[in-house]
């Protein structure tokens, strides 16, 4: 099974800046099948971006995913304050679909 | 807009049983694949099973593969996982999801699974 790790564990950042955040597969993710959920305290997962890099609907531009092969990276350009959540990578182009264990994005 | 709804989860033994259902609407329910992903008090997200729309096709993570059971009633658009044999590891949030090409677009809220004696 493919192995995601996420990095960093813990983001600390302050509203207005940017955020990166890395996941890692430990084999090549087929046809870039990775996609990205923000969850909040209390709620469901939420979908932000399929196919490494496609925005699911609704989701604003300043949610950008990119990446391929290994290696991947969800970008927030500029951190609102409801963006401060736990976002989890997941695969799905090998099975079983697999999850990175999430970065907890927080205000600093 | 799409709308799932868990239930079926509470508080059950090792080695009991328990089933969980999700109501769907909002869309056409026997067009899509259909999936449980779970997430254990304090942890990350676990894929437990997928469905394919006619229920011709279905797989499971190897720890639940023999115990846990998914299904779906397209006439009633209802998916469920059927779930014997618990652990005490079987503690979780279960939620339903659509599946668009093997991600979760939209999910429902979950529901809480306790396994204890």
């Known amino acids: 099974e493919i192995v995601l790790t996420q990095s960093p564990g813990t983001l600390s950042l302050s509203p207005g800046e940017r955020a990166t955040l890395s996941c890692r597969a430990s084999?090549?993710?087929?046809?870039?099948?990775l996609a990205w959920y923000q969850q909040k305290p209390g709620q469901a997962p939420r979908l932000l971006i399929y196919a490494a890099s496609s925005r699911a609907t609704g989701i604003p531009d300043r949610f950008s995913g990119s990446g391929s092969g290994t290696d991947f990276t969800l970008t927030i350009s500029r951190l609102e304050p409801e963006d401060f959540a736990v976002y989890y990578c997941q695969q799905y182009g090998s099975s079983p679909r697999t999850f990175g264990q999430g970065t907890k994005v927080e205000i600093k | 807009q799409v709308q799932l709804v868990e239930s079926g989860g509470g508080l059950v033994k090792p080695g009991g049983s328990l089933r969980l259902s999700c109501a769907a609407s909002?869309?056409?329910?026997?067009?899509?694949?259909m999936t449980w992903i779970r997430q254990a008090p304090g942890k990350g997200l676990e894929w437990v099973s997928s469905?394919?729309?006619?229920?011709?096709?279905?797989n499971y993570a190897d720890s639940v593969k023999g115990r846990f059971t998914i299904s779906r009633d397209n006439a009633k658009n209802s998916l469920y996982l059927q779930m014997n044999s618990l652990r005490g590891e079987d503690t979780a949030v279960y939620y339903c999801?659509?599946?668009?090409?093997?991600?979760?677009?939209?999910w429902g809220q979950g529901t809480l699974v306790t396994v204890s004696s």
């Open positions: 999801a659509r599946d668009l090409s093997g991600y979760s677009s939209e």
């Open positions: 469905i394919s729309p006619i229920s011709s096709y279905t």
């Open positions: 084999q090549t993710v087929s046809s870039n099948y």
């Open positions: 909002g869309f056409t329910f026997s067009d899509y694949h």
